[in-house]
């Protein structure tokens, strides 16, 4: 029988990646925590065919970064790294973190600058992707840090991880494949549609998606999943949307977020806490303050905020808005090294309607 990182790494290696004889998979973990879901995964590879090459960080390494570089550090780009990039057709990237709030004290112009400085890397594994040279998947370990964020213990939030990744099952790829044939009904009506307004509490806002493509996301992207998403027309958002759970970037959280967009670019912020910081991240670019993904996300082993984007962006009954960089596979333009998915509860009188008809209510899919 199969121990759970054996099932987990089998998931993430054939399912999510699909990794083929004589590809260059890049194995990326935040720190060696992850250590047995690591080796599972590098064991996997080999027996593939494939060349696994292991990227892991180390406790602290990322604060003493962000301390002590200067500006010319900030902007420079490891030349090893940018080849994975250029040359890599698989990405595993881990979650593993020892202190989720590692960041929450660095410097947000330098981790800004930093963000600005890698956006080239991201826009360069998009548009490969887009391109079907590479896949990518981010996945979480479960971590007594993790745990802690989630106000649980590590049995509890190992289980829930287990259950929310459907790996509690015989088969959880069949479960991901039910999953996506399901969304993919929904996906194919929305492509057929024009206009996306949404409404609930302190929010009416429109989206165009006129021409842009609408995607299932069924464990190949993120693992877990459980969302269906576009890349809205740049320039066709407009409205005001008021994000009720906490958003949480880099470790920093900002609370009771309402958001004012305009012509596609957000013009005016308030947060009951860490608007500062929001209006930050959102200076960092050119691109910072424009709209990348309207979401809808739908994991129903996923009820709760647990500060992990990862987890919380697929709850089901809420829906989610990324300010900043959008997806080349949806048909998006809009470049940043910023993507900040806001997440808000749809359950609480929630609508959504498709060129005028009433599609999503109080958390569920109508039609």
């Known amino acids: 029988m199969q121990n759970l990182w054996e099932k987990y790494a089998r998931v993430l290696v054939e399912y999510s990646t699909n990794v083929q004889k004589g590809e260059l998979t890049v194995i990326s973990a935040s720190s060696p925590q992850a250590t047995p879901l690591i080796k599972e995964i590098y064991k996997l590879v080999l027996q593939k065919g494939a060349y696994p090459v292991i990227r892991c960080g180390l406790e602290g390494i990322t604060e003493t970064y962000l301390k002590y570089a200067n500006d010319d550090q900030l902007s420079y780009i490891d030349p090893m790294l940018q080849t994975e990039y250029e040359k890599a057709q698989n990405f595993i990237s881990l979650g593993a973190p020892f202190n989720t709030k590692m960041l929450a004290k660095a410097d947000s112009k330098k981790l800004a600058k930093r963000s600005a400085t890698t956006k080239s890397l991201s826009e360069l594994m998009l548009a490969r992707a887009a391109k079907k040279e590479l ?4 996945a979480n370990f479960p971590t007594h840090a993790l745990a802690q964020e989630g106000k649980m213990s590590l049995d509890d939030y190992t289980d829930f991880l287990i259950h929310a990744c459907y790996l509690h099952l015989d088969d959880p790829v069949a479960k991901w494949k039910e999953i996506d044939e399901q969304q993919k009904k929904i996906a194919d009506y929305l492509n057929t549609v024009e206009e996306i307004h949404i409404t609930g509490e302190d ?7 006129k021409g842009r493509k609408w995607k299932s996301c069924a464990g190949e992207c993120n693992f877990p999943d459980g969302e269906i998403y576009t890349s809205p027309v740049e320039d066709k958002i407009n409205g005001e949307i008021y994000f009720d759970f906490p958003q949480i970037y880099r470790g920093n959280e900002a609370n009771k977020v309402h958001l004012t967009v305009e012509n596609g670019r957000v013009t005016k912020v308030r947060a009951e806490k860490g608007e500062d910081y929001v209006n930050s991240m959102f200076d960092m670019d050119e691109g910072s303050r424009g709209i990348g993904e309207i979401a809808i996300g739908t994991n129903e082993m996923i009820q709760e905020v647990t500060g992990n984007i990862l987890f919380d962006e697929k709850i089901g009954g809420s829906i989610h808005m990324a300010v900043g960089a959008s997806y080349p596979e949806t048909g998006g333009k809009n470049v940043s090294g910023l993507h900040w998915d806001m997440i ?3 359950k609480n009188g929630g609508r959504i309607y ?8 109080n958390g569920k899919f109508i039609i």
């Open 344 to 346: 808000k509860n749809m």
């Open 203 to 209: 929010t009416d806002i429109t989206f165009g998606v």
């Open 354 to 361: 498709a060129d005028g008809k009433l599609i999503y209510e």
């Open 135 to 138: 896949n990518w998947v981010i």
